[in-house]
């Protein structure tokens, strides 16, 4: 009997680690298949911002962050950088004229930390939390024509956001977009004073605003020829912004930006110097995982770092064991890609 007790224990404990007894939940792995295009995950790629093109480079920070995190990336010096502009799309081979684009950075710094920060080009996110947004994925993938117009009706923010990507001017460059980390964390300065903030990648090149119908007619890859011709000719820099929330700010809800008021401090400069391999380059085996974060940054009450978290190891740990679908670079070697 106690033997018989012990196994269903067990077998009861199983099925609910393997969610059999809340079908309803939303598991990483649920909201990862749901990215999927139609045809199914492209093996061995990210499942969602799977196109884009690495790169290294440095951080140069210029001491103004220290007064608010006493992580030593805000201490005056330069640190590396590994990272990765990307679009916000699950097929590989999508064309770049993709309304969303992203920015990911890897910052090493001498006491052995690090901090891992995926942003995208949007001011504000379509949806308030995870759950929304595995409900937005469902929708879009649900061939009932009403499915998005009913999720459009309970979510404004998803309104907002088809506002901002129908008006605001877009470019044609990675390099002269503005890249925005959304989710909102505390920093802890060496006081142990904590404050509440968001920070945003502003390019030092003026943008120049190109309608989407043009980008349409560019080749399909233009955004990785410009930064690589642009990096090789000089290095690419951005002025990384903290801003600082009121109290009362939502910090929660990435679909809420703060006002424009709020306090901006200028802690230092993205310096991008060299354009490396995709396929088989420094970022294949990084995951941009948004809660890997120096002493001095925490996560806040915003649900969506640690949903991230969970959801880039499952697409990590897929595309990291489809080795016989790894992209690979192309040389003369080799020949041609199988
Ligand atoms: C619950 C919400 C989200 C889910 C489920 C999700 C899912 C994913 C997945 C599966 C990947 C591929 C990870 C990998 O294989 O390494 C990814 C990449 C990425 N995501 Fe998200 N994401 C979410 C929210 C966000 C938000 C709020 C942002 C921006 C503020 C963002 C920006 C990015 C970027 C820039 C990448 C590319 C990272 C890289 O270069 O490796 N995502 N996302």
Known sequence: MLIAVVVGGAAAAFAY????????????DKVVSILAPPGGPVLGYRRNHSKGICF?????ANGAGAALSKSQFFTTGAYPVTGRFNLAVPDPKAADSARVRGLS?????????????????APFFPVATPQAFYALQAAAHDPDPNAMKTFAAAHPSLGAFGAWAGSAPFTGSYADTGYNGLNSFIFTNAQGQDAAVRWSFAPAQTPVTVPVEELKKRDPDFLDKDITDRVAQSPQRWTMSVMVANPGDPTSDPSKAWPDDRRKVDVGTLIVSKIEPEADGPCRDLNFDPTVLPAGIRTSD?????ARSAAYSVSYNHR?????????????????KP
């Open 105 to 121: 950075i890897r910052v090493q710094t001498p006491d052995g930390q690090e901090w891992r920060s995926a942003m995208i080009s």
């Open 56 to 60: 290294s480079g440095s951080f140069e």
């Open 17 to 28: 680690t393997a969610g059999w007894l809340t079908p309803d939940r939303v598991t990483p």
């Open 320 to 336: 990291t064991a489809e080795e016989k679908n790894y992209p690979r670079t192309r040389t003369a070697t080799q020949g041609a």
């Open 302 to 306: 915003d649900a969506f770092p640690a």
